[in-house]
């Protein structure tokens, strides 16, 4: 299959690279053991699993089986030459190829200093960092400025196109045990938009796979200096270790804490990535730390689903940040799904709400456009992945990786679970997930 050229393929060599270091360890809230324990409740002991394949890996409902470490050759066979996972990107010392090809893009890069300092930066903290409040530099997480100040560099994507439109998305994935919220978009016939986490591909390769199986579209998140950047965005897995794991090129991004401005646009830009930030944020992720609490988290919601509600988005639709982080933002996803759902006309992946029906470099995978989507066809093409073929290549909807099968019925479903004889509703998932929180 011909595959197009992209800004990355000059550095194929796996010795110069590293993982991003966004989001760590502490700031998941609660532990990943918990996460969807009623799985326990609906299914029967793991017991022996397949760890090796995509498909065998979704069937797994326990998941402290999901979150065990596991060897996948295509990625484990490559692990001893990349650098520990969660430091910092940059370009190895002797790394001729890397340099050229940075090199061959650092005129593009204005002359604009990192915000802040690491390791505070990291972590969203610029609480001793002045910066002129004329922004100069549209630094989004100053003033949310989306148009940059340096002509030629694309507009940030903050806003939808389509009416009454949620650009429906989750950061930091894939998650260990993101089986049971997998199966639930599942049910709802619902794709979304993953940000992905290199780090996490790595850790998780099968995971990141069922992303791309289920239909949804996969993006990258990271940012950090220029040649920290390019590395980020380009050498380190953001783009090559989702390609080595799960067979496609991403071309949409987004930097953590909105940390971005015109220089690493335009880094993002010359290696081909679209921006894309959000309007809304649940702050899901801050649940726990501070005094922040799950009825401050239920209020950012309510307060998307009052402003929809109120016509705000009668012209033009929106994206909300969400994660995939832990437990908790996985839960408050599945409980406030339903009322996202009646307040807008239409949950849809960012891409979808675009037209991008080309979301990666690779041929052989598309994207329903918005009309296709909103008329019943939420699954466009998929070729294949590191795992071996994840879909359909003729356009067709394909069977779920997971435990739920989709019927078309107002655009939702039922979950069918082979283990039980029935389950009354998706309400009773939400409660056990509560019950154990």
């Not at 830009?269 to 801050?286: C, E, H, V």
């Amino acid at each position: 299959m011909p595959v197009q050229s992209s800004a990355c393929d000059l550095v194929p060599s796996f010795e110069r690279l590293s993982i991003s270091a966004m989001r760590l360890s502490p700031l998941f809230a609660l532990p990943l053991s918990r996460i969807f324990i009623p799985a326990f409740v609906f299914f029967p002991s793991a017991g022996a699993q397949d760890r090796a394949t995509e498909q065998g890996e979704a069937q797994i409902s326990d998941p402290n089986v999901e979150c065990t470490p596991y060897q996948y050759p295509p990625v484990g066979s490559a692990k001893n030459n990349f650098p520990s996972s969660w430091t910092v990107a940059t370009i190895i010392s002797g790394d001729s190829e890397a340099q050229a090809k940075y090199q061959s893009i650092e005129s593009l890069i204005p002359d604009i200093p990192p915000k802040g300092t690491q390791p505070e930066s990291l972590v969203g903290n610029w609480g001793n960092f002045t910066y002129d409040p004329s922004d100069p530099d549209c630094w989004w997480t100053f003033g949310k400025c989306t148009t940059p100040n340096i002509p030629g560099i694309p507009d940030d994507i903050a806003e939808l196109p389509e009416p009454n439109t949620l650009g429906y998305g989750f950061d930091d994935g894939p998650n260990c045990s993101h089986n049971a919220f997998y199966d639930y978009l599942l049910s709802q016939n619902q794709k979304a938009t993953m940000f992905y986490i290199g780090s996490n591909v790595m850790d998780w390769p099968l995971e990141a796979q069922r992303g791309l199986a289920d239909g949804h579209e996969i993006c990258v998140l990271t940012a950090l200096a220029n040649d920290e950047a390019f590395a980020e965005l380009c050498i380190i897995p953001q783009m090559q270790i989702v390609k080595l794991a799960v067979g496609v090129t991403p071309t949409c991004w987004r930097p953590p804490f909105g940390d971005v401005d015109d220089r690493i646009r335009a880094i993002a830009n010359a290696l081909g990535l679209t921006t894309i930030m959000w309007q809304y944020d649940s702050n899901d992720w801050r649940f726990g730390s501070g005094n922040v609490t799950e009825a401050d988290i239920d209020a950012n919601y309510m307060d998307l689903i009052a402003t929809t509600q109120n016509g705000t988005f009668s012209t033009s639709g929106t994206i909300m940040l969400t994660h995939e982080l832990n437990n908790f933002t996985m839960s408050e996803a599945v409980k406030f799904y339903d009322q996202l759902a009646s307040a807008f006309a239409y949950l849809v992946p960012v891409g979808v709400a675009l037209n991008v029906t080309t979301p990666y470099v690779e041929d052989g995978y598309t994207l329903p456009s918005f009309t296709e989507y909103i008329s019943g066809m939420h699954a466009g093409s998929v070729a294949g992945s590191g795992g071996g073929d994840t879909g359909s290549s003729d356009g067709s909807e394909t069977a779920p990786s997971g435990n739920s099968t989709t019927a078309s019925k107002g655009g939702a479903a039922k979950l069918s679970l082979s283990h039980i004889s029935s389950f009354a509703s998706t309400a009773v998932l939400v409660a056990g997930i509560k019950f154990m929180l």
